[in-house]
């Protein structure tokens, strides 16, 4: 079996996924990390939704615990409507509450991809996506988090796109892997450049 010279640092399936889907041999390794604390951090210091997305990617691509010789990848997501940045539900409650206040709108999806050999990052991307939310009613809101709740609470807003979510979407501007948490294209091609994968 070949030995993976590649790790994800994250618990993430549907990032597991698609690495997998497209043919990469890989580790995956969440790391220890108290996002919350950092995000606050990086926030109060100004930090921009994409440098938040970057900045938290990287802490998870540089973490001691995976610094080797193994390229590691980190990843991580922000969401941010009209100048409010979201994290995932706690409970079915949020995720009403979140999607209430999102109905109608337009918001913004950073998907921050984060590379480091050694601790050291020696690749960086940022996706975003614009999306347009259908003016959704109460009793829609209430059925749809009622029928997904146990997969919508992993997601940041409250959606999946490759499920049910999709029908909350009247227009989307942007990748659909950085919907999904990862910019694929960017990295396959990056890895490409630097001969890790065949050509």
Known sequence: MQYPSLVLASGSE????????????FEKRAVQLDEAAARDHLLSDGASPADLAAALARLKACHPALAGERLVLGADQVLDCEGRVYSKPE????ACAHLHQMSGRVHHLYSAAVASRRGVPVWQHVGHVRMTMHDLSSDFIAGYV???WDSIRHAVGCYKLEEEGVRLFSRIDGDYF?????????FLTWLRSQGEIAT
Do not use: H, K, M
Request: hydrophobic letters at 45%.
């Open 146 to 148: 009622r029928r997904n």
């Open 91 to 94: 409970t079915p409650e949020d």
């Open 178 to 186: 950085s919907i999904l948490g990862l910019p694929l294209i960017e």
């Open 14 to 25: 549907i990032r597991a996924r698609l690495l997998a889907q497209a043919g990469l041999c």
